[in-house]
């Protein structure tokens, strides 16, 4: 069972940038099951590209975008491009580029560019909480019961780091399997997908901001109560159920 | 989990999940396309031993965002969801 966040932690209207840690628990604890599964993931691919990472020449710009929250899930994404960065030398070899046969330049830029992915998925996962702490503080005044909090906080967590989360919840298969699919968040818990869905119709209306997130809310936890209303709320909303 | 896997039902809702998890993580990364695209063509360019030879980033940004954007969001929920279904 997912805990519920505390309420104190939709409050925030904050900028990101000014946002404490403990900002977005759940997220923030998805990164951390996220980093020790990680750990504790001995494949072989993880722990070259850790290497990789870890070893690569000073300077250059892929430094300087490591600069940026270099958070667990940025690091996860980064290694999960590595082959789509081999094979991107490898086309661009078969297409008569004159590549350097030195392995070790080569590694280095493989390793450069997993830091350079590494560098724009942080950018991302940061956006995508921004938005989900922008969208709870905009929720919560339609439903401001601790269970109506708890029911629209998850649905505002629809960025992949979210998944990441339910993924580490490491429940048993059955549970996995309904835990990973948000939309039997509306049963397993309390509150009213009723009013959750005014607020977040509420919030559509007002806000084209964040039309983009709540169409991913909205086609997994709500999906059945949002039916009666989804197509004529929006082009975007209807295209994505 | 095995057994699972192989259930109609199972696999619909796992069909579903990889669908609505490639969404979110594409939608996520959509800001940044060419952020992303300009880091590697620029990781890229010390490898190329004509230094002229690699095209220009306005030139190979459409198409390595084209293929890339898709199999790195395949990627990453190949890595989570599915590989962590696996090991459950």
């Given amino acids: ?241 | 989990m095995e057994a699972l896997l192989l259930t109609p039902v199972f696999q619909r809702e796992l069909r579903d999940a990889r669908v609505e998890a490639l969404l979110a993580i594409q939608t996520a990364m959509q800001p940044h396309e060419s952020a992303l695209a300009g880091a590697v063509h620029s990781a890229l360019a010390p490898l190329v031993q004509a230094p002229q030879a690699l095209q220009p980033l306005a030139a190979f940004q459409e198409p390595f965002l084209a293929e890339a954007l898709p199999a790195l969001a395949s990627s990453i929920v190949e890595e989570t969801l599915l590989r962590m279904l696996w090991r459950d």
């Fill in chain 1, 1 to 241: 069972m997912i805990p519920p966040p505390a309420p104190e932690h939709l409050n925030t209207r904050a900028h990101p940038a000014s946002l404490p840690p403990e900002a977005a628990p759940s997220l923030l604890d998805a990164s951390e099951h996220v980093a020790a599964a990680s750990d504790s993931h001995d494949s072989s691919l993880q722990s070259a590209s850790r290497r990789l990472l870890m070893e690569r020449p000073s300077g250059g710009r892929a430094d300087a975008g490591l600069a940026v929250d270099p958070t667990p899930e940025a690091t996860l994404v980064a290694e999960a491009f590595r082959p789509q960065a081999e094979q991107l030398l490898a086309e661009l070899a078969a297409a008569g580029l004159r590549l350097t046969a030195n392995a070790a330049q080569q590694q280095a830029a493989l390793a450069a560019i997993q830091a350079a992915v590494k560098a724009v998925a942080a950018e991302a996962v940061s956006d995508t909480r921004r938005q989900m702490a922008a969208l709870a503080a905009e929720l919560r005044p339609a439903d401001p019961s601790p269970a109506g909090q708890s029911l629209l906080w998850r649905g505002a967590q629809c960025g992949w780091a979210c998944r990441l989360q339910r993924l580490q919840r490491r429940d048993p298969p059955s549970q996995l399997t309904v835990g990973w699919r948000a939309a039997h968040l509306t049963r397993r818990l309390p509150g009213d997908p009723a009013a959750a869905c005014t607020a977040l119709q509420a919030a559509v209306n007002s806000r084209p901001y964040h039309q983009q997130q709540l169409t991913l809310s909205a086609t997994a936890p709500f999906r059945p109560a949002l039916q009666p209303w989804r197509h004529s709320c929006s082009p975007r909303f209807s295209s994505a159920s």
